[in-house]
């Protein structure tokens, strides 16, 4: 028999589910915009007529996009970064927070502290340029200059995912890792056979959060990157885009750019956004697949037992 909800649990649910609808809406409708801004005419784009749907639907912009080769070389730049900086990034992360979990460890407490303070206070931009910039160098002496390495190797770094990491595998039963050691496992038989199966939910997680963080990241690969522009990830490339089109937009007067319009079939605002769709179509691709571990890693990592 069903319990019959109270007026104030029906009130509250109501309302949460309210705010729940209202905030999907506000979340989904910058990518709807973008995609109906990419197949819109050039005239409703430039005069402000799209508002959900496309107008005028036009797919010459987007056409354009998929035809740019430097384009696709940075997309391609961006696919570099993510996968091996998202491997090398994972790769660290089990071995550091499987060694912070062991109680055995050798100053186990002070290096925690270390980690964690890492949190709380950070070196600042210049020292970090510096850093990476070092990192560079060091790339350049063995023979290797493109600064995509560098962007893999030197960015890796995140405190909290390895923290995430250790919590997960300070949750697993000593006994498990007891009986592996008794039917002879080594240390790396006992990490690859029982910790990281035990927290495969929370390595997922933190897999996607090191991933969207490589993808979207375009600041510091902006600045360690600087004029190698073959190198540059889709972001930074999307930037650079954005300032040329707002250059041209304010840096010539309304017949100059009527005469651009002329002579394009479309608004730079189209390819943009274009560019926009096709840069977020692989998250929305991968995120289905890797959503159901999100609440039950995080759940797994971020609460110590």
Known sequence: MKRKMETSELIFKIVAYFFLIVFSLMCIYPLI?????????????ESGQVVLWPVGLDGTAFLSVLQDNTFWIAYANTLFVTFFGT????????????????????????????LVFTMWFSAGIIPQYLNYMDTAAIFSNIGINDMKWTVVIAMGMNAQNII??????????SEIEEAARIDGATEMQVLSKVYIPMSNSTIATVALFFGISRWNGYFWSMKVMGSQKYSWPVQVYIRDFITNSTQLTNGCDDETYQVY??????????????????AVIPILCIYPFISKYFAKGVNMGGVKE
Request: charge should be positive; charged fraction near 10%; proline fraction near 3%.
């Open 33 to 45: 915009y973008a995609l109906s801004s990419a197949f819109s005419s050039q005239t409703a784009v």
């Open 87 to 114: 491997v090398w990034s994972l790769f660290y992360s089990i071995l550091g927070a499987y060694a912070l979990s062991k109680k055995r460890l050798l100053g186990r407490r002070g290096w925690n502290f270390f």
């Open 164 to 173: 995430l990491l250790r919590n997960a595998f300070e949750g697993v039963p």
């Open 261 to 278: 319009l002329q002579t394009h079939d479309y608004s730079p605002l189209s390819v943009l956004y274009s560019m926009v769709v096709c």
